[in-house]
């Protein structure tokens, strides 16, 4: 009974089988199937990570349902979760740390790649690549004992007197809060926007910049006019790799912003950052609702980092577009 | 051949021997506050018993009573005392309770950085709980002012600075103020993490200790130890019998005799804010948690005998790491509470 099942009907699959079998000593196959896996992995390890952190949050979604992004009081106490001034605090210390670290680390790239020469560029990418690789609390460290002080003695000092009139830099000095939060993510980013945007302005092929030149453009306008723009969704790559990192970040963050959910319009305030707190409170948890909010919390970012990347991808879409458009007309 | 094979049976099988009997290891986790006293303990212990190895993590008290909890490790340790919900939550889960056993004594003083005082100040509680609710915000409050007379301080707004994280040592703190202020038990509580009314959070006690430094006029607290092994300057607490007491070895000791008079059965007991002239109020206990019923005996027997040595030979290290040593009535209540681990 078996063997006539499997011998009779079975011409066609042992041929298919066969064939199979050779095309998989071309090795195309294998490659592609292993690959699959690979790619397939990425997707799983995200669901895997939704589904847990929506398990894992059952009784504050239970009980504050959309209150909880929509609240601001944290106590463990008296068991009220709100995560806006979390949320607000990864927000605006992310947002403090491109609006420094983009330009700075564009400008750096933009030398590196099209001014410097050859042998400096490539140096300085080895101190750049090592920057890259310090672990966060080293940063954290360096921010505690030389960026805090500074900011507390000179620097906020100096914007109270001069923009003082602004919200954003009213209130006392305390050294530690969003803007030091800020400029510390920004010191950690900028070695990711100066590396990728530098191997990207170097793949703009030769021949861009040569027709510029042979056009009569100075070597800064055959830069900025025709290699920036060409390398443009390559540069913007680089910023969303440093937002998604300054989204994330904890131990640099927490040892300078001051852990104080507060929303405040000063970025001299004390504030707090979602991946700060679950650092800081998952271990101590006082009860299940505070451990299952701080999971929450974790969703939140989830969902944040999310958001923020697909708004990337449209303005990568948008600016392309716009930019093969005016390049015809 | 054949007889190396045997030869190399023979000694697997004398390793193997070897190894089950000196297999017994037994995990705790928990309270940060106490590990280095714990972890002296236990390597003197291993010394003294081979055979038994106790591996502690010190991932917080939280930490230990959710995973005594569970049953992932055979005991805990927590700087505040289980409630009634989290021992409820035990028994329902395993069917029989669970008790405290107090080990050594901790506590938490007030550190502080005004520019151009150098004197040792003193502090009442009200002065404590109105810069901690923020209702003193200036150092030349005459809450502040009236228990230091002679020291001029200045009209500067005070910068309070407390934990991060979720922590024993804001357990303990948090136990004090809401004793001595019912505007604190009302509206903040006590717990490792609460929701503070005001100031700037650092982690660690050398994240508070460092911050205090660092920024002019600012006030904290820091764990007894941290400050005296880093040789911190800190102010005196005045107690409930109105006397400015210094916190160290000796009058955090005197807290703890003083309750132990009338000490509970189950040892939960909180000395802050406690009786005693020489009693030094935010002083506290911290705690192993030992499940009252093992369904292993050489387990039972192993964590028994180590808390019995701990509670006699292992309280004479205490000091030489700056930790308060247990009374002696604690002492010979834990040995009787001990029995009840069956």
Redesign the interface.
């Known amino acids: 009974m078996a063997t006539t099942t499997t011998t009779v009907p079975s011409a066609g699959p042992v041929a298919g089988w066969r064939s199979f079998l050779s095309r998989l000593r071309q090795g195309d196959e294998i490659a592609q199937m292993i690959t699959f896996l690979f790619a397939a992995s990425v997707v799983l390890l995200t669901l895997l990570l939704v589904f847990v952190l929506w398990q894992g949050s059952i009784l504050p979604r239970h009980k504050f349902g959309f209150n909880f992004f929509r609240t601001s009081v944290w106590d463990p106490i008296f068991d009220q979760f709100g995560a806006l001034p979390f949320i607000y605090g990864t927000l605006v210390t992310s947002a403090v740390s491109l609006f420094v670290a983009v330009p700075l680390g564009i400008g750096a790239a933009i030398f590196l790649a099209e001014l410097a020469p050859a042998r400096v560029s490539d140096a300085l990418e080895f101190f750049i690549d090592l920057l890259a690789a310090v672990p966060s609390v080293i940063y954290g460290v360096l921010g505690v004992f030389i960026v805090v002080p500074l900011m507390r003695s000179y620097i906020q000092p100096a914007l109270q007197n001069t923009l003082g009139f602004f919200p954003l830099f009213k209130g006392p000095a305390y050294g530690i809060g969003f803007l030091t939060a800020g400029i510390v993510l920004a010191i950690m980013v900028i070695p990711y926007i100066i590396s990728v945007s530098r191997e990207v302005l170097l793949s703009v092929p030769r021949d861009q910049r040569e027709a510029a030149l042979s056009l009569g453009s100075t070597r800064w306008e055959s830069t900025w006019k025709v290699v920036v723009p060409f390398a443009r969704p390559g540069i913007f790559g680089s910023v969303f790799l440093a937002l998604a990192r300054a989204l994330g970040e904890t131990m640099a963050v927490t040892m300078v912003i001051g852990n104080t959910p507060t929303i405040s319009a000063s970025l001299f305030s004390p504030g707090y950052s979602i991946a700060a707190v679950i650092a800081n409170e998952l271990t101590e948890a006082s009860s299940n609702l505070h451990y299952q909010s701080l999971i929450e919390l974790g969703l939140a970012l989830f969902l944040l980092t999310f958001i923020l990347n697909g708004i990337a991808r449209l303005l990568i879409v948008a600016t392309s577009q716009r930019g093969r458009r005016t390049g015809h007309t | 051949m054949k007889r190396i094979t045997a030869l190399l049976v023979v000694v697997l099988a004398v390793a193997g021997v070897l190894c089950a009997d000196s297999a017994l290891s037994i995990t705790g986790a928990g309270a940060t506050f106490p590990y280095p006293m714990y972890s002296k303990w236990f390597d003197e212990y291993h010394k003294k018993n081979a055979h038994l190895e106790i591996n502690y993590q010190s ?5 230990g009573i959710k995973q005594v909890t569970e049953g992932t490790v055979d005991f805990g340790a927590t700087d505040g005392p289980m409630n009634d ?1 989290q021992l409820k939550a035990f028994q329902d889960k395993h069917g029989f309770g669970i008790l405290h056993f107090p080990t050594v004594l901790g506590a938490d003083v007030v550190s502080y950085n005004i520019p151009g005082v150098s004197a040792e100040l003193n502090f009442t509680p009200e002065a404590i709980s109105g810069i901690f609710l923020g209702k003193i915000t200036k150092w030349n409050d005459p809450a502040i002012a009236g228990a230091n007379k002679g020291v001029s301080l200045p009209a500067n ?1 005070i ?1 309070v600075v407390h934990r ?4 024993g040592t804001t357990y303990i703190w948090t136990d004090y103020l809401s004793k001595i202020s019912d505007e604190w038990k009302t509206k ?9 009314p005001v ?5 660690g006690n050398e ?1 508070v200790a ?2 205090i430094k ?2 002019p006029n600012s006030f904290g607290y820091i764990e007894l130890i941290y400050a005296i092994q880093n040789n911190m300057a800190y102010g005196r607490v005045k107690n409930s019998s109105g006397a400015f007491i210094k916190a160290d070895l000796a009058s955090v000791t005197s807290a703890a005799a003083a309750a132990a008079k009338n000490m509970p059965d189950d040892f939960r007991v909180s000395i802050t804010d406690a009786p005693g002239k020489t009693a030094y109020p935010i002083s506290s206990f911290t705690w192993l948690l030992v499940p009252a019923k093992f369904s292993d005996a050489t387990k039972r027997d192993a964590i028994k005998g180590f808390v019995k040595w701990m509670l006699a030979d292992g309280q004479n290290y205490t000091e030489a790491l700056s930790y308060a040593k247990l009374p002696k009535e604690v002492v010979a209540k834990e040995l009787k509470a001990l029995n009840n681990v069956q």
């Not at chain 2, 903040?188 to 503070?196: D, F, I």
């Open positions: 991932i917080g008290s939280g930490g919900d707004g910068v991060s994280e979720g922590s903040v509580g006590k717990g490792a993490s609460v929701n503070w100031g700037i959070g650092q982690k994240g460092g911050m660092q920024t």
